[in-house]
Every structure is written in structure tokens, then in C-alpha cells.
């Protein structure tokens, strides 16, 4: 039984979205994660053999237990597959004891701020209910991967989770049922992967040890992510497009005074501006990974070319609300 699962990009809001303030999110179709679940009759009671070429692991195991790594190093992909495998067995309550195959894929790059993490976990949680016989809602997926996001992240806001297993653009709080996103005009997004790799776990408690020190400076600029979060929601469902790119370079340089943008992040965005792009921010975790451009249909092919020339490893169009 296979399942699949979307990648997705933040267009506002995020480590503001740790700390309660709002965020937008979006699934990026383009690219999914995909994992196949069957008996596997020449393994012993208990062992999965698991085929992850993305994660660099092949081979026989067994089964993880549930529960946060710790430390700052982010924790193998491999033990967050078992995790999902577990999380969904326990919540059919179903037990593990016919030998498993696991087989899991992904075009989603790995810790690049595309949700490759969440992405896997809702494919592999999707793969398991498939191959259970039972039905598994968006809501039941996303409180799911939320669990083995505990595991990769240690303190996820849960935004990731809610917007790839709902596969629907999302305006988030945390603890909150996400909203779906009406889009009163669809907008196009070209994103680049910066092809640095940028490590959740450590930007998030990067964040952490400076708000700890200076607590009012950054609950101040928590409060601006948030209102132009708000303002960005308005925008979209009201279709005002033109809004948006203003708020994007507004959120980036919030981003920027927070510490997480990255040398390589602002030259791709000084170049997809350069080339026509309306906002350009960074996406996720940053420190690397991904940049976000709003582009007007009739400019993307230049600012596509330039995020190349600036050395992007990779540039994914996306069309939100169509
Ligand atoms: O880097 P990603 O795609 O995992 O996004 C992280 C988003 C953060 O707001 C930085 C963390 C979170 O849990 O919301």
C-alpha cells in the first residue's frame, strides 16, 4: 500500500509560529514524498526491512520506540521513518508482529525548508492505513506526524505537519486547528533551494538562546511576523496580490534582525528582486534551505534564470489557489 504526501513552503510567519504568533503555509504539489508498506514473509516477527535511498538506508531493523532524541544534532530520518511506522500501528492498535517492508522516496530535498521531514511522516502514516484497511483524516495524519515531528525537531510549532497532510494552503496557530485558505486570485511562487543544507532543530534553538536574552526585543519582533501574517491573510483571501510582495520583503527583514537569514539566502533574493520578483523572503528554518519569490506569471522564466545564476541548486514554480 502506498502513500504520498506534498512538500510545502511558508509564506509568512515562521519561528514567530513557535512562539505563538500566526503563520501561512503552502503545499507544493510539485514535489512528494512516497512510501509502500507490505509483508515482508522471510523476515522474523518484529523486523522491518526499510529502503530509504533518500535517508542512505537500506537494510533490516526493528521497529523503533516512540520519543524525542535529545540534543541539538538533528536525529536520523531513518528512526523518524520507524517512529511514523509505530505512531500509526499504536493508533490502530494494531501490533507489529508479521515482518514489514518499508520502501520510501522522496523528491522533496532533504532539510530544505520544503517539509521533507513532515512529508515523509504522512506518506509513511498514509502507507500503514493502507495497508491496515483503514481510513486515515487529514486531522488524525497531521496530530500523527506531529508526534515524529517531536522526534526530528524538539519543539515544532506543528505548521508543517497541519499544511502537508491537508495538502490545502493553511493560515496556522499553534494548538489551533489550522484554517483553510480561500485564495480570491491565485499567485505564482518560484522557489530555490539554496542547496545548503539548514538544520531545524539547531536554527529553532539558535532562536531560543537569543529570545532567552533578550526576551522584549524579540517578543516585539515576534508581534510584527504575526501582523504582517494577518495582514498577508486578509490580502489573499481578498485577492490583492499586489499586497503580498511587500509583505514578504517586510517579513524577510524581521527574519533578517532575528538572525536567521544567511549570506547565500540574501544574494538569491537580491536576484530574483533584480529580476522582476514582486517579495522574496527565505522559507523555513533558514540559515539555508529555501527562498520564496512572488513573481508575476509573465517574469518568472528571468527571475527562474537568475536564482540559477546565483547559484541556486534547484527552482520549483508553484501556482497557489489554482
Ligand atoms: O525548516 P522547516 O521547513 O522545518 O520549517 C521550520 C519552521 C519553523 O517555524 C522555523 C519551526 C516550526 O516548527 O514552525
New binding site residues.
Partial sequence: MTGTAPGKA?LFG??A??YGRPAIAVPIHAVQARATLGAAPEGEPGQIWVEAPEVGFSGWTRLARPGSAAGEADPSPVEGLLLAVRLALDHFGASAAEPLRLQVSSEIPLAA???SSAALSVAVLRAVAGYLGQPLPADAASDLAFQAELHY?GT??G??NAVVAHGTPIYFRKQHAPAPLAVGRPFTLVLADSGRP?A?RS??AGVRRRWEAERRQFEGLFDEIGSLAVRARAAIEAGRVVELGPLMNENQRVLQEIGVSAGSLEALIASALLAGATGAKLS??GGG?LVVALTDARDVPAVQAALQRAEAARTIVTVVGE
Avoid: L
Fill in positions: 511558508i515562521e519561528h509560529v513557535v525548508g520544503m517539509g525537531h515544532p510549532s505548521i508543517d539548514s531545524t536554527m529553532v523555513g528554518a534551505g
